[in-house]
């Protein structure tokens, strides 16, 4: 672990050296160099503690160990590096900054392993002698032994009896799976990354499912008024967008038109004199008579609206009718000049108000004609940029969390020829670029693993049994998320490269370890005892996340833990059956070879 911590240190170091800085992309490299770099440590470890409970000194228990694991430490580590390294051919600068981090991060780790983690084991048996031998850890002792570990002897005589059995049920499994595995997308709803229960999100799917209203919006971007009303117009009649929301709304469009019609009004207005200089003496007879006539007027009208059928009409004549009448009675019943007074007051106060209303009226037409420069600053500058183009905001009607919606407003705005942007836009080109990035990264990886392992073993049949089981884990924790629901997001992309590395490692020590001269039992009971640490490790740290609330974090610990279980059984079943069926039974297609060769040899010896 230690040996790790430095590693994740200096690989920061590099990282600010070159890079200068972390995305919420390239911090997974960190998951990356914990899955895959501890497996390089288990390796030697265990391989080391053998070594010291077998009786061999320090020194030799080192030599031995790295004879025996530090080919495939080397393998595994710049496998998974050059799958890493193959994300800098991609086009999104994120995925390339994290092919960059991860691969130097893996470089460096496997250099830590191989020289910093011996050094450390050396001073661990000097300061602590008799705590050196037996591991006493990890299921008995260290000593490979059938007693010892029987489940894993019993699997390596499984594979010995059932190869051919187990080829074919995994050639089945893996052949039904891959349909399943193909039909994995990429999660478009950047809101399913988040706590489905947290408030955000709740108010969120309120907002849209119960208001119709989209936080999300695009936002056109014009170089004139005129040309925000001819926008605005075109927008409005797209079924796809609920409102617009532009400067059209507070400059009308035929502004001198309307200035033309408005000039009558605006001289009349300034000819209107001060009616309180003019105006006549109460008079109250002339007042009854008034009345009167209103009375009459209104009563004339409920006959009318009576004969009509209008019967709201006639009621609320009936009630203006009795109120004149209430009226007239209280104003009689008054003392002559009380009556005079009151009405003297009344109409100062008309007057008053009158002429108040038409001094605002006059101000008001004084004002010259509204624009741009005379709206308010805090609306000036909503549709108003500093360049001195203008901006149109678009709303969304229908919801474009959803891919093909969001694509449909995206191109309903861009049928208008205007540049534009927002976030549905920028969310839609991020998730693209990530995708294409991701499945062309994983591509690139696999071309990188297979070359990568075949330059290593220079031998096909070496390279099919690990390359197929590889493949068949992957195909397996496909199935898995596909069984599951899961789908690939911006959170949990990193599991396949991760997983990618994980398997390559198992099938490459494997195979290492075989071609040191350890007969494939003693590989099962001495590398697959590392595996099954590496994989118990992995699955229960990645595991932890799959109870998280964020449902980034918790598809990714799913996506792991289906990962890491789906290479080990790959590694300890089905590689080994494919080992004794191509390279160690005696019907094994290598030893026929071989014997085929030997005959042509013997026949023609030139």
Known sequence: VSTLLVSLICTFGVTQLVIGHLTLVSTAFTATLIGIGIGFG????????????????????????????????????????????????????????????????????????????????????????????????????????????PWLAEIGRFCRDNSMTIGAIFAFAILAGVPMALTIGFDYNLLNLQASSSAAVLNEHELVEDFNISPEFNAVIVPTVKKAHEVTKKLR????????????????????????????????????????KEAAAPDPEALIKLLASIRNAVKALRVYAFLKGQHSLVIMSSELETEISNWKLAFNSLPYEVGIDRMRRFQKKLF??????????????????????????????????????????????????????????????????????????????????????????????????????????????HSFTVLVALVGGTVFMLTGMFTMGVKFNPANFVALPIILGIGVDNGVHIMQRYLGGTSLREVLLRTGRAITLNSMTTMIGFGSLALSSYQGFSTLGLIMVAGVASCYLTAVLLQPALMYVLLVSPLSVKRQAALVFEELLAYHPD
């Open 42 to 149: 288990i390796h030697i470890v265990a391989c080391y503690e053998e070594e010291r409970a077998r009786g061999s000194m320090n020194d030799e228990a080192i030599m031995a160990t790295l004879h025996a694991t530090g080919p495939g430490v080397i393998t595994g580590a710049t496998t998974s590096a050059a799958a890493f390294y193959t994300m800098l051919l991609t086009e999104f600068t994120a995925f390339q900054e994290l092919g960059f981090i991860a691969g130097t991060g893996l470089v460096i780790a496997m250099w830590n392993m191989l020289v910093l983690l011996p050094a450390l084991l050396t001073l661990k048996a000097r300061l602590f002698p008799r705590h050196t031998g037996a591991v006493g850890g990890f299921l008995s002792d260290a000593i490979p032994s059938e007693e010892a570990r």
């Open 237 to 276: 009649k797209l079924s796809s967008v609920a409102r617009v929301e532009s400067i059209s709304d507070l400059i009308p469009n035929d502004l001198a038109v309307r200035e033309k019609k408005i000039e009558p009004l605006r001289k009349m207005i300034a000819s209107l004199r001060d009616e309180r």
């Open 352 to 461: 008053d108000d009158l002429n108040s209303d038409v001094g605002m009226l006059k101000k008001a037409f004084k004002a010259e004609p509204y624009s741009v420069a005379t709206l308010p600053k805090p609306l000036r500058e909503r549709y108003l940029g500093q360049s001195g183009n203008y901006v149109v905001y678009v709303f969304p009607s229908i919801d474009v969390r959803q891919e093909v919606f969001a694509k449909r407003f995206i191109d309903d705005t861009a049928s208008l020829k205007e540049k534009f942007t927002g976030l549905p836009v920028i969310k839609d080109e991020m998730v693209n670029l990530i995708r294409r990035g991701f499945f062309r990264a994983s591509l690139y990886a696999l071309i990188a693993l297979a070359l990568m392992v075949y330059l290593d073993f220079r031998q096909l049949f």
